[in-house]
């Protein structure tokens, strides 16, 4: 397959290009300063040019709850522009096939865990990230429509529940819970410190899938195309409190210091699990385990120190 990708020096565009199914595809992966994907007309023209035999959408602008509640404008203008760009431009070239990534942050704060994919759109958006989710379910019903004025373009999406892994962002100001974990419990033991401080009560909850399974599963979905339906949950249908991260982080890196809590710090949704039923029914489910992806992950962030 000649696949263009987006977002390919990315966590999930890395461990996309990194998985042992990319050996033999000519991939085309273009950085950000190579093909601003925010430039219409370059991403008509290139995709014009290129001509893939499908498009792998992992670009966007992405951070944890506080870049999200920081940055709502450039969370919601920047992920709608590349997200509307990469797809019309898809579609103006003909380019049969498309998987486009959402997130979780789609559905509806108050919506029934877990979460269903027909439940998108039937309710309030949970505040911290609700400029990323307009983008993210945007681009998600602008697939759907294109699908429905032209069934011959499949322009799928996946919804996948919270992610970390090998290249992640470890910065503070961007992370994620457990990218963010990590480096707080590594400081903390490197320096001496016997006390880390969680932000929140601890005991919200969060589904966290490695990203190299999520890599897996949409190699799985190029290879089986036809039979992904327009949204498809990509979770491992079980979640752990914020507090269960933390522990889990700190048996891996060796901390037996104690947590305390900033409680002055956002919390977001209580809850975000995604309803696996439908991708149970299509037939992949994920095999990383929590301590071997966060050993993974520590591994990584290690590597990236020393270098
Ligand atoms: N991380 C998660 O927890 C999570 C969870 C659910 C869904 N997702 C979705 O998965 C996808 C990938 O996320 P990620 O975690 O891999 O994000 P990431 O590590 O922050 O990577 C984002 C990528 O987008 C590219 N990009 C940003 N602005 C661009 C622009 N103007 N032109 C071209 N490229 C641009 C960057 O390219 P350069 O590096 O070349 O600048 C970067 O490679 C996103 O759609 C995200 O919403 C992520
Ligand atoms: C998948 C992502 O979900 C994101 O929501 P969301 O799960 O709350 O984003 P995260 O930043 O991964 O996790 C936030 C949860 O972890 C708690 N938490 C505890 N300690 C920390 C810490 O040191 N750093 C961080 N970041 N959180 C921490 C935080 O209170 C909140 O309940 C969206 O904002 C994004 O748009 C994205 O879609």
């Known amino acids: ?63 944890g709850i506080q870049a999200n509640m920081r940055d709502p404008v450039a969370f919601l203008t920047e992920n709608l522009d590349m997200g509307r760009n990469v797809v ?45 989710a307009l983008a993210k379910i945007m681009i998600a019903r602008l697939c759907d429509y294109i699908g429905r004025e032209n069934p011959s373009l499949q322009y799928r999406t996946l919804i996948p529940c919270n ?14 819970l457990v990218p963010a974990v990590i480096h707080k419990i590594h400081e903390a033991k490197s320096a001496g410190r016997d006390e880390v401080d969680i932000w929140g009560s601890g005991k919200v909850r969060r589904e966290f899938m490695y990203a190299g399974d999520l890599a897996d599963c949409m190699w799985r979905a190029l290879d089986h195309f036809d039979t992904l339906p327009l949204y498809l949950n990509v979770g491992l249908g079980s979640d752990l409190s914020i507090l269960d991260y933390y522990h889990a ?4 890196v060796g901390f037996e210091g104690k947590f305390v809590h900033d409680l002055t710090k956002p919390e977001g949704m209580a809850q975000k699990l995604v309803d696996t039923t439908r991708l149970q029914t299509w037939g992949w489910r994920a095999t990383t385990s929590l301590e071997s992806g966060i050993a993974q992950t ?6 990236g120190r020393q270098a």
Not at 37 to 63: C, I, K, M, S, T
Not at 123 to 128: D, S
Not at 249 to 252: D, E, L, P, S, T
């Open 1 to 63: 397959m000649r696949i263009f990708l987006t977002g390919g020096r990315g966590m999930v565009g890395r461990n996309f290009t990194e998985h042992a199914a990319a050996v033999g595809h000519d991939i085309l992966a273009p950085t950000s300063a190579e093909l601003d994907l925010l430039d219409a007309r370059a991403v008509n023209d290139w995709v014009q040019q290129q001509q893939p035999d499908v498009v792998v959408h992992a670009a966007g602008r992405v951070g």
């Open 88 to 132: 019309l431009a898809a579609r103006r070239a003909g380019v049969p096939r498309l998987l486009n990534l959402g997130s979780s942050c789609m559905y509806p704060r108050n919506a029934p865990n877990p979460l269903a994919e027909q439940t998108v759109l039937t309710g309030e958006l949970e505040p911290t990230n609700e400029g990323y």
């Open 163 to 176: 992610l970390y892994g090998r290249h992640d962002k470890f910065d503070p100001k961007h992370s994620h």
């Open 249 to 252: 982080v700190a048996r891996i």
């Open 298 to 303: 520590y591994q990584f962030y290690l590597e």
